[in-house]
């Protein structure tokens, strides 16, 4: 199959290069238009780590070039670069050609139904909870280190009654790894990386700003550990009001990352032994801040508010980093208000991350 993917960061690398060991073809396309330049000219790309990979693989000059033969489109980049992404592919989508969100952030499923929705055009949204696999691209910009690859992703779709459908196309590009959700909003609710780099970020925050070399895993302590599952309470607790079951903190860890059921610190010393931890941010202009804060933090205090949950926690870490780096971070999600969810009841939410957008 031939995979348009929208983005050309590491997630995007990696999945580029997991395709095409699988004899797919895929497409990257840098919304930027610096990035992939060794690929765009020919060098092959180089995957090591968990995933081993060197070959070909096509960099498309621009995002109608990648989509207009497609099979699927697959947006894998940063949240904070969804709704351009999606503005440039509205344009050249068409019926009946599924669009993975790798991975599904605040909402920007929502946001591609109702653009979908004012163009009458009709075809399956597949959002995952997570990415597919870990992985860091290399300065010279035709490596990509797999750190992981990950044994189970959650997913659901937009309608909903595509599940059936998105699952088979996710299996058989990626394996059998897909776990259907209860929808859009457990998908929403499922995304633990907001919750987990606001306890890494935050208490490492220094090791950030003076550009250390240090290992992510190694330095989730067990008071990091325990404000990331602190956070995860507040986070399952709004679940529950809206009646949907997600996985805890400890499971996804377990799962996503092969290592047995412990506490999230323990884990992660797990994963640092095994030489599987990772690096940390090397600046605090890290996605972990700049991404996943707007994008992740910022949606589930908006859920919380709905169902008069209240995320404190959420809330606090959202101030504490928008005074950190003097900049209102809460201003940079521009997707919530295009959606204007804040009015909605609980079962209105739901009723629309099942359904999506209607034509007017």
Known sequence: ????????????????????????RP???????????????????????????VGPVEVATSCEGAIADADVVIIAMPANGHRAAIDAALPHLRSNLPVIISSHSSFGALYL???????????PIIAWGTTLLTA????????????????????????KSAAAQGQSLCTELFGDRFVERD???????????PQNHLGIALLNLTRMEKAESWGQGEHVTPAVGQLIEALDAERLSIAESFGLGVKTVREHFSLSFHVPLASVSEMNQQMHREGRGGMGPSSIESRYIYEDVPFGLLPTV????????????????IRIFTASVARNLEADNDLLPELSLDHLAPRELRDLCESGFSPA
């Not at 990257?28 to 995933?51: C, H, I, M, V, Y």
């Not at 139904?113 to 075809?123: D, G, P, V, W």
């Not at 691209?137 to 309608?159: G, M, Y």
Request: without cysteine; proline residues 4%; glycine residues 8%.
């Open 27 to 53: 497409s990257l396309w840098s919304p930027s238009g610096r990035s992939a330049n060794p690929l765009a000219q020919g060098e092959k790309l180089n995957a090591k780590g968990a995933l081993d990979f």
């Open 183 to 193: 929808g859009l909003l457990a998908i929403a609710l499922s995304n633990l990386n």
């Open 302 to 317: 908006l859920l919380g508010r709905i169902v008069n949950r209240p995320a404190i926690l959420h809330e606090a870490g």
């Open 113 to 123: 139904s109702k653009r979908l929705a004012e163009r009458r055009l009709h075809l």
């Open 136 to 159: 860091r691209r290399q300065p010279d910009e035709r490596s990509v280190v797999v750190n992981t690859v990950r044994q189970k992703v959650d997913f659901a779709t937009l309608p």
């Open 1 to 24: 199959m031939r995979i348009a993917i929208l983005g050309a960061g590491s997630i995007a690398y990696g999945m580029a290069a997991f395709l095409a060991a699988a004899g797919h």
